[in-house]
């Protein structure tokens, strides 16, 4: 392994609602040493425990944030019902939402409003997928992949959107799929453009590399996707958190690393795996 070639995606790592979600936390905890967070602000532990050592704290519950004190809204955002509990509580709310995310909860919220069975492609529970139904009315159905419309009846019309985080093949195929239930099918692309870069991205290197090194959370969503991809065009995929996971025998009789990383992985996590494949050399 004595040339060996480390490629790291061009877009890997932090995307730009997970980079504004942890500069709002940095910025809140300068100005005051205890802010409060409703769960984890991105899927990545080690970025999570840093802030925890600087003033952030994570509750689970609206209940649990003391009446009139700051609390961040995490970049997966949260439901109707908690912001509004959080107001009855008069707490200083710092919106962290991800745009992207933002905007999926305002396209669920229209399509309701229009009178539309609305149809969520995710994972019915995910943070993101739960605060963007909180939107979209009782009524609205969170489907996985065409086989949840198995047994599915017809609908007037239909308003199709998706998590940010999901494929956009898939959700193509979904929305084909759909046809078959309504003749007025409405859809609204809410896939993320930095989640279709990336996944392109890593789907292309895994091709080309003899090992594919995922850096992300393991609950993250995005970074299990890349992984998925990953593991189609090379065999030799790995989903890591942080580089100490790396066994000494998956570099072995390999001449070419590729890695990718998910949107909640910070470049330092990055620069640690590149360093310790350096280090096995």
Known sequence: ??????IVAKNAGFCFGVNRAVKMA?????????VYCLGALIHNPQVVQDLE??????????T???????????????????IEELRKRE??????????????????EKFAKEGLQVIIFGDPEHAEVVGIKSYAGKNALVVRDERDL?????????????????KKENFQKLASALLAHTDDLHIINTICSDTA???????ELAKKVDLMLVIGGKESSNTKKLFQLSKKGCEKAYHIEVADEIKPQWLEGVEEVGIAAGASTPEKSIRAVVKKIKESI
């Open 1 to 6: 392994m004595s040339k060996q070639k480390i």
């Open 53 to 62: 050592q600087k003033g952030f704290k994570v509750v689970k519950k609206a």
């Open 64 to 82: 649990e944030v003391p009446e009139g004190q700051k609390v961040l809204i995490r970049s997966h955002g949260v439901t109707k019902e908690i």
């Open 197 to 203: 870069i990336k996944q392109a991205e890593a789907k």
């Open 91 to 108: 707490a200083k709310i710092i919106d962290a939402t991800c745009p992207f995310v933002k905007r999926a909860q305002l396209v669920a």
């Open 26 to 34: 940095e910025k809140e905890l300068k100005r005051k040493k205890l």
């Open 150 to 166: 198995k047994g599915m009846g017809a609908f007037s019309k239909i308003g199709l959107l998706s998590q940010t985080t999901h």
